[in-house]
C-alpha cells in the first residue's frame, strides 16, 4: 500500500513537471511569436495598440490574484495603476537641461520644483518607485481596511471611494501635478531617444511582453504552491482560516499589496506607450472595467485574466471604431451577461463543458471531476442511471 | 461669526440631507440584501429626468397649476424609479442571491445601460423595446398557459422567442429610424435644466446671507421621507415582514413570510426613493446622464458609516458627513481659525483642504479614521451573527 502511494506520489510529480514544461514551452512560443512575427503583421499603430493591451493585461493578472484568487473585489485599482504611470512620466518630464523645470509649472507661477520630485530624476530610483510606491499606498490601505476584518461589498466600496479620493487630488493639484491635464511623456526622452519614436516604442513593446511573461510566472509561482491554496482558503472560508491558527490580515494586506504593485507596473508601461496620463485613470468606470476583463477572461485562471483583457479591449476598440454608441450598451450587457450566465468566464466554460465534450469526440475517457471512488462505486453507478441522472458528462 | 457658523451648519444640513435622502433607499436594500446598488445613481437621474418631462407636460397648463408641478413630479418620479428597480430585481438580482460581489458588477451593467439609454433614447428606441417586450413576454404568458410540458420546455422556447422578438423589434427599430419624428433624441447627451417653480426661488434673509427655498424644501422632503419610512418600517405589516428578513432570512421563510416578494418590494421601494431623490437634485442644478455619478459614492460612504439596518445611524452618518464636508471645503473652519494666531498651522492645514473636492480627501480620512474604532458603522447590528 505504501509503495502504492509512493509510486503515485512520484508519477503525480513527473505528471506535473511535465504540464509545467509544456507550458514553458508554450510560453516561449507565444512570446516569439509576439515579439518576432507581430510586427511584420500589423502596422505601427496596431502594433502599439497591442502593446497597450497588453500591458492592461499585466493589471488584470494583479487583479486576478486578489479578485480571482482571494476574493477581495477592489475597485480602485485605477489608483495604483495611475502611481505607477506619473511615476514614469514624472520621471520623463524631468529629461530637461540642468537648471530647467518641466514646462507647466510656470503657468501656475511655480518656480522651483517641488521637493518631492527630486528623486525622480535617478531612472533607478524611479523603477523601484513605480512598484514600491503603489504596493505601499495598496498595503497601507488593505492594512486599515483589513485589520477591522472589513470585507466583501464594503471593502470595495471603500476602494472605490479610495479612486474616488485620489481621482481628487490628482485633479486638483495643478501646482504639483499639473491637475487634469496630467503629464505627457511622447515629446520627452529617454536615454537620449525621444519616448515617441518607432525604436522606443517597440523597445516598450518588448518589455511589456517580457515584464508579462515574468509577472505571469510569478503570479503562477504564488498560486500554485501554499501561498496560493492559503489565498483560496481565505477566498472560500475566511473564518476557518482564522481558526486554524493563520492571520488572514497579513496575508490579504500581502496579496493585496503584490497587486498594486503590478497594477504600478501595468500602469507605467500603459503610460509610455499611450503618451499621456491624466487623472482620468482613476476615472470609476476605469477601475470597474479592469474587474470585467478578469471575469470575461475566467477568474482563478490567470490565462484567462490575459485573455479577457485582450478580448475586451479588442471588443472596444472595434465597436466604438465602428458604432461609437453601442459600446456602452454592450459593456453593459457584458457585465450582465458575465455574471449571469458565466460566471467562471470563458476559460471556465471552456473547461467545464466544452473540453469534456472534445475529448469524449478524440475517444479519450472524460475527466473525473469528482473524487474517484465516487466514479467508480458499482452501488452508485448502478442509483445513477435509475436516477436518470446523466452524471458528469 | 455666529451667523457665518449658523450658515454653514444650514448648508451642511442641506447637504446631509440630500445625501440622505440619497442613501435611505441605498441602506435599506443594503440591510436587507446585502447588495449595494451601483445602478441607484442612475435611479436616481431617471427621477430627475421624469421631474423633467413632468414640467414640460405642465408648463402648457398655465401659471396656477404649472407652479406646484413639483408635486405631481414626486409620485411619479417614485414610480419611474420603482418600476425601473422592480425590474431590476426581478430581472437581473434575485439569481444573485447570496452573491453580492457579482451583483455590485451587475448593477454597474445596468447602470452603463441607463446611462447610454438616456443619451439615445429616441421614439424609435422607445417603440422598439416596447415592441420587444410586447412580443417577448406576451409569448411567455401565452406559452405558459397553453402548454402543460411548459416548465421542461422553458429555456429552449424562451430563447427562440427571444430571438425572434428582438429581430423584429431591431426591425422595427431600423423602419421608423427613417422617419424624423421618431429619431430626434428625446434628451441627448446634453445636460437638460429643472426651474424651480416661483415659490421656491428665493429664500429667507438671515443677515446678510440667504436660506434659500430650494434647500429648505428638500430638508423638508428629506423629513417626510423619512418619517415615511419609519412609519412603514415599525408600524405595517409588510414593513414587519422586511424587518424580519433582515434580522433572520431563513427564520422568516420557515415562518411563511414570503422572502422574495419582501426583496422585490424592497427593492422596488429603495429604487422609488432613489427617484424622489432624483425631484431633489433636479432642484439644485442641471441634470445630465452622469448625475448620478456626482452623489452615489458620497451615499455608500454613509451606508458604511451608519451601519447595516438601522435608520439613525443612517441619519447621523448622512448629517456628519454633509456638516463635515461643508464645513471643511467652504473654508469656514479655516476663517474660524484665521484670527488666533497661535493656531497658524492648523489653519493652513485647513485651507489647504478648503475646497470641495479637497474637502471630500478630508472626509475621507476621517472615515477611514473613524472605522478603525468602529468597523461595523455607528450602530453595528448586535448578536454572534454579526461576525459572519
Known sequence: MTVDILSRSQSLKRERKRQFLLEGIAIVAIAIFLIGVMPLLLTPFRLRLLGRFLSLAIVALGIDLIWGYTGLLSLGHGI?????????????????????????????????????WQPFYSFPFTLLALILIPSLVAGFLGYLVFRNRIKGVYF?????????????????????????????????????????????????????????????????????????????????????VRFSGYDPTAFKVLVFAISGGIAGISGALFTV???????????????IEMVIWVAVGG?????????????????????????????????????LIVVTVLPDGILGWLRSWQWGKVRALLGMSAPVVTYPSLEQDPEVQKERQEVGEDGNQ | MVLQLIQGLFNGLSIGSVLLVVALGLAIVFGLMGVINLAHGELMMLGA????????????????VFSFYIFAALPMAFLVAALVGLALER????????????????????????????????????????????????????????RRDWSELRNRVLWGVGILSGAIAFFTHKVLDSNPTFSTLWFSARNVDVTAPPWLRGGIPLGNFQLPYARIFIIVLTLICVVGIYWFLNRSNWGLRIRAVTQNRNMSACL????????????????????????AIALLGSVGPNTGQNYIVDAFMVVVVGGV???????????????????????????????????????????????????????????????QFKPAGIFAPKGRTAEL
Open chain 2, 256 to 279: 411563511g413570510i414570503p422572502t422574495d416578494r419582501v426583496d422585490a418590494l424592497t427593492f422596488a421601494l429603495g429604487s422609488g426613493l432613489a427617484g424622489v431623490a432624483g425631484v
Open chain 1, 273 to 287: 506607450q499611450s503618451g499621456i496620463i491624466t487623472p482620468s485613470a482613476m476615472d470609476v468606470a476605469f477601475s
Open chain 1, 156 to 240: 470595495s466600496i471603500l476602494t472605490q471611494a479610495a479612486l474616488i479620493v485620489f481621482f481628487n487630488f490628482f485633479n486638483g493639484q495643478q501646482k504639483l501635478i499639473n491637475g487634469t491635464n496630467g503629464l505627457k511623456t511622447d515629446t520627452n526622452q529617454l536615454f537620449g531617444v525621444v519616448v515617441s519614436s518607432q525604436p522606443a516604442q517597440f523597445a516598450f513593446y518588448t518589455a511589456t511582453i517580457l515584464i508579462l511573461i515574468l509577472l505571469y510566472v510569478l503570479t503562477r509561482w504564488l498560486t500554485s504552491g501554499r501561498f496560493g491554496r492559503l489565498l483560496i482558503a481565505i477566498r472560500d472560508d475566511e473564518n476557518r
Open chain 2, 309 to 371: 439596518g438601522n435608520l439613525f445611524g443612517t441619519i447621523i452618518a448622512a448629517m456628519a458627513i454633509g456638516i463635515v464636508t461643508y464645513l471643511i471645503g467652504s473654508g469656514t473652519i479655516a476663517a474660524l481659525l484665521l484670527p488666533i494666531d497661535a493656531l497658524k498651522p492648523v489653519t493652513e492645514f485647513f485651507l489647504f483642504f478648503a475646497t470641495t473636492s479637497m474637502a471630500k480627501v478630508m472626509v475621507f480620512a476621517l472615515i477611514i479614521a473613524f472605522l
Open chain 2, 49 to 64: 429626468y421624469t421631474t423633467f418631462v413632468v414640467q414640460n407636460t405642465f408648463r402648457p397648463l398655465g401659471e396656477p
Open chain 1, 299 to 335: 477568474r482563478g485562471t490567470l490565462v484567462g485574466a490575459i485573455l479577457g483583457a485582450l478580448l475586451v479591449n479588442y471588443a472596444r476598440t472595434f465597436l466604438s471604431e465602428q458604432f461609437a454608441e453601442v459600446w456602452l450598451f454592450f459593456q453593459g450587457a457584458l457585465f
Open chain 1, 80 to 116: 495604483f495603476f495611475a502611481l505607477g504611470g506619473y511615476a514614469i512620466a514624472m520621471h520623463l518630464q524631468l529629461q530637461l537641461p540642468p537648471g530647467q523645470i518641466p514646462d507647466f509649472f510656470p503657468l501656475y507661477g511655480v518656480t522651483e520644483l517641488p521637493l518631492f
Open chain 2, 91 to 146: 430581472g437581473v438580482i434575485r439569481f444573485l442571491y447570496g452573491r453580492p460581489l457579482e451583483t455590485l458588477l451587475a448593477t454597474w451593467g445596468v447602470s452603463l445601460i441607463l446611462r447610454q439609454f438616456v443619451r439615445s433614447v429616441n421614439g424609435s428606441l422607445a417603440l422598439s423595446l416596447g415592441v420587444f417586450c410586447l412580443l417577448f413576454f406576451g409569448a411567455w404568458v401565452i406559452l405558459s398557459r397553453l
